[in-house]
């Protein structure tokens, strides 16, 4: 499996729900190193898994809709714990969207996978990884 992975980051506000995120339920701020790996069984005609430039381009316009905004304010997050978890999938899901409907170009249409990591610090973070 081939892969490419490019790089972008979020800072939003959010808070939590339930006993389990203690002083997280508060409103509070949090930055993301948000990674995208894209994979492939075969490179393309190229010989590539898939432009850098129009991937690092996508991920930059799914994290700006996310970017400086308190999530608990967002009508798609109403009453949703956006855990570093969920958002991972969210943003994998809205590139896999970009994808089908061909953003990131009609070599892209060869990528089986997309995955999202959120780096919350140094020493934590999350992924989620989805089929095309």
Do not use: C
């Amino acid at each position: 499996m081939f892969s490419i992975t490019v790089r972008d980051h979020i800072m939003i506000a959010h808070s939590f729900h339930g006993e389990v995120f203690g002083p997280a339920q508060r409103l509070h701020g949090a930055t993301f190193l948000v990674d995208a790996t894209f994979r492939r069984q075969q490179l393309d005609q190229d010989n590539i898994v898939v432009d850098i430039g129009l991937a690092t381009q996508e991920l930059g316009a799914v994290v700006g809709e996310l970017n400086y905004r308190n999530l608990d304010n967002e009508p798609d997050f109403a009453g949703i714990n956006t855990s570093t978890e969920f958002l991972a999938k969210v943003i994998a899901d809205r590139l896999a969207d970009r994808i089908h409907k061909g953003a990131l170009g009609e070599g892209a249409k060869g990528v089986a996978k997309v995955a999202v990591t959120l780096h919350e610090s140094h020493i934590a973070w999350a992924s989620y990884e989805r089929d095309l």
